[in-house]
């Protein structure tokens, strides 16, 4: 089903229980296709990563945004910055 996002903010709750069923809603501004109603899948024991698993990846990523070299320190940055001043 396509609307416009006004009929969508007029009938929310209509739109909402016709999604949960299945329905996808295509949102419209000015006649361009913005966003879609869709119902969300329920997530399931198997579909979750292990906590273990989790807890890695999140490591990982962290390691990854971490400025400086791998497990500086504070005060690996104040010898960096005095290196550059002297």
Not at 31 to 52: N, Y
């Amino acid at each position: 089903m396509i609307t416009n996002l006004r009929n969508a903010k007029m009938h929310l709750g209509r739109f909402v229980r016709l999604a949960a069923e299945g329905e996808e809603i295509l949102i419209t501004v000015h006649g361009k296709p913005m966003a879609r109603l869709v119902a969300v899948t329920t997530l399931t024991e198997d579909s979750l990563p292990s906590r273990e698993q989790w807890f890695r990846e999140l490591t990982e990523a962290a390691e990854m945004t971490r400025p400086g070299p791998p497990h500086a320190t504070g005060q690996d940055f104040w010898d960096e910055i005095r290196r550059d001043k002297f």
